[in-house]
């Protein structure tokens, strides 16, 4: 037996500052990360008890989850979202912390802005009042999602309350075949381990196929976590990772640089460390994924054949199966492949950075969209925005019949004006698929890769990557 | 700051069927365009309760004969998915007082705690029996005994499962931890300097 210690463990004891009564952990989060939906009560009640916040410099405030992706000029039409934007700005303003407001060219989702400004560190602890806060991890962070009461606390105390959390080790190992990206990885793994499967555990990725993801797609794999019910999830910090992170505006330069190198390196998961739960995946067996329920964990290959609710292994799953085809309206025993889709929505914190809409780009040009596809392209960031522009990639999308947009959290969620109309069924490159997640009470969300998406929104249903854009080494089983 | 110490709760109440059922539906995300958590009550379960013209849909907590419930009993994985604590406030703000469930979602769980709320796990087996007999009598008082760690209805009672620190927090009235965390901010100070977090 090892006595080696996990990143997370060794994250965790820097960052206790002591035990509590009840015997939760009091535990210093380095980096707190708001957005307009979450926070406007926490400063509220902060206001209720007469506090101040007490380290501005380590809170960092964007706005995403209400921007409208189709207009840019303030005030927005719609004046409660209007509302929201000035609360935050006030608050920010009240409260000297840093704002990547609209006006700045950084505005973006929130977990695509931290990574992108190089706020986010290896080694450190990461919170924000949003669930997949877990892409932090993709650093070598420890990034929790967390509620409303406790982005209070950190305004207050720059720590929480927190009941320590098992590791399970997730080794990815092999060759991922042409067409499967870590959209699917997570979405095999989710599938394999359940959306409760990760309840009180952390998730750490590794093994050869995530050693040599980029960052970028070690982002989409952390960032999904929740959905597999873990609150966190992350990878050891590399070459790939300090690769990324130098020259970034957050990060340390000149002789600094190379010290905090090797601080960061020595985060890493020892050797022998004895980890509470350890699964191993192996990459061949992953095929570019969709689901066809109303559960992130009910997914499949794209070659999968829709379930029977008999196929259920207890009378409650097989209750959750007769209720997902109700709602999304699919036939048991016939193939998923070939469902008509009405809109396809490439964005999202999930797949809505740079390499995601660069990817697609290769594979669309020329190509149209389907008619009757609505289809829409969000970059997670003005950032991102400005880049995919600089190589020309926008033009490829409205080409192709695609809206362009601006940066937003946009149809993941649908708190803004981007939403699905009454049943219409979206291929998505977000990761839930909850009932009326993208906006309407009826409407249907199918989780895919992007270059999924793109399959989709060309053939109007819903297709394999693989055949749309003729990948080699094309393996329809 | 003197809370309420939350050792039992008392009341009736209703069983909410299905595992999984995430905080998008709890409380839809067109209902979180505000600033306050006030009025989040009335949007409780809004899209599987109402029809889009606003009329109500066949739901437990439609049904009359479970109105004033103040005990919600659920499937497992409840409260799945998004952060949002607007989720346990308006499941409070509605008059939930107590949860009961075959197991709850991480950062669900920690909200409710924290606004004090107990969420109480219990078997599927056991869940079954309570549902049965309030489903028989909907005015069947049911108490969540979070120091005993049992649920009682009736002349019947179950052993529940309440996590060591959410119990303690719970009966000793400690349960938000403002207080608490506010107490070792000089520790806090030098450790945030120590980390490089703060000049």
């Known amino acids: 037996m090892g006595n080696g210690k996990s990143l997370f463990e060794k994250v965790w004891d820097g960052h206790a500052v002591r035990e509590l009564s009840n015997g939760q952990t009091q535990l210093i989060i380095g980096t707190h990360l708001i957005h307009e939906v979450t926070s406007p009560q926490a400063f509220g009640m902060l206001r209720d008890l007469g506090l101040k916040v007490r380290f501005p410099e380590r809170t960092f405030a964007t706005v995403d989850h209400i921007v409208p992706t189709d207009e840019s000029k303030e005030p927005f039409s719609d004046p409660l979202a209007d509302a929201m934007i000035r609360e935050l700005r006030k608050n920010a303003e009240d409260f000297d912390i840093t704002y990547f407001d609209l006006s700045t060219g950084k505005q973006g989702i929130v977990h695509v802005v931290g990574p992108e400004q190089g706020i986010t560190q290896p080694g450190t602890t990461i919170a924000c009042g949003d669930s997949h806060t877990a892409t932090h991890g993709a650093f070598g962070a420890i990034a929790f999602g967390i509620g409303t009461t406790q982005v209070r606390d950190l305004l207050a105390t720059q720590t929480m309350a927190m009941s320590k959390l098992k590791v399970r080790r997730i080794n990815v190992d092999g060759q991922l075949p042409p067409g499967v990206y870590a959209k699917d990885v997570i979405l095999h793994i989710i599938a394999q381990l359940g959306a409760k499967g990760g309840i009180g555990y952390a998730y750490e990725y590794g093994g050869e196929v995530v050693d040599n993801f980029t960052m970028e797609e070690r982002m989409t794999v952390c960032n999904m976590s929740i959905e597999g019910g873990a609150r966190a999830g992350y990878v050891n910090p590399d070459d790939t990772t300090f690769e990324y992170l130098k020259g970034r505006p957050y990060c340390p330069s000149g002789d600094a640089w190379d010290a905090t190198v090797e601080k960061w390196r020595a985060f890493a998961s020892d050797p022998d460390t004895v980890y509470d739960d350890v699964v191993n995946i192996r990459a061949e067996e992953v095929a570019p994924s969709v689901t066809w329920g109303i559960s992130p964990d009910q997914g499949f290959s794209v070659n999968g054949t829709i379930p029977r609710p008999e196929e259920g292994e207890t009378p409650a799953e097989q209750e959750s199966i007769r209720e997902a085809l109700e709602y999304m309206k699919l036939t048991p025993g016939t193939p998923i492949k070939g469902t008509k889709i009405d809109v396809a929505f490439i964005g999202s914190c999930t797949n809505g950075r740079l390499s995601d809409f660069r990817e697609v780009a290769r594979f669309i040009k020329g190509r149209k969209v389907a008619d009757g596809v609505k289809a829409i392209a969000v970059p997670g960031s003005q950032i991102v925005a400005k880049l995919c522009e600089n190589e020309g990639i926008d033009q490829v999308f409205r080409d192709a019949g695609f809206d362009w947009r601006r940066a937003g959290c946009s149809m993941c969620l649908a708190m803004n004006p981007d939403k699905l109309i009454g049943d219409q069924l979206c291929a998505s490159s977000s990761n839930r698929n909850f009932k009326g997640r993208q906006g309407s009470p009826t409407g249907r969300t199918i989780l895919m890769s992007p270059l999924m998406v793109a399959a989709a929104a060309i053939k109007g249903e819903v297709s394999d990557a693989r055949e749309v854009f003729e990948l080699t080494a094309c393996a329809t089983a | ?199």
């Open chain 2, 1 to 199: 700051m003197a809370l309420d110490k939350i050792t039992t709760v008392q009341g009736t109440a209703v069983h909410v069927p299905g595992s999984d059922v995430d905080t998008d539906r709890i409380i839809p995300a067109r209902f979180m365009k505000c600033v306050t958590f006030d009025g989040l009550g009335g949007y409780l379960f809004y899209d599987v309760r109402k029809h889009e013209d606003g009329s109500d849909k066949e739901h437990p907590l439609n049904n009359p004969r479970f109105k004033n419930a103040t005990v919600l009993v659920a499937g497992s994985n409840f409260g799945c998915g998004s952060s949002r604590e607007h989720a346990p406030q308006a499941i409070y703000r509605y008059g939930f007082r107590a949860l009961i469930a075959e197991s709850f979602a991480e950062i669900f769980f920690g909200n409710c705690t924290t606004l004090g709320i107990p969420c109480v796990v219990a078997t599927g087996d056991d869940i079954k029996v309570l549902a049965a007999a309030v489903e028989a009598d909907p005015a069947l008082a049911v108490t969540v005994d979070v120091e005993q760690c049992r649920v009682f209805f009736g002349d019947q009672s179950f052993t529940v499962h309440v996590p060591d620190s959410a119990r303690d927090s719970l009966i000793s009235g400690r349960w938000d931890p403002i207080a608490d965390l506010l107490e070792s901010m000089d520790d806090v100070s030098a450790r945030m300097q120590e980390l490089g977090y703060s000049a």
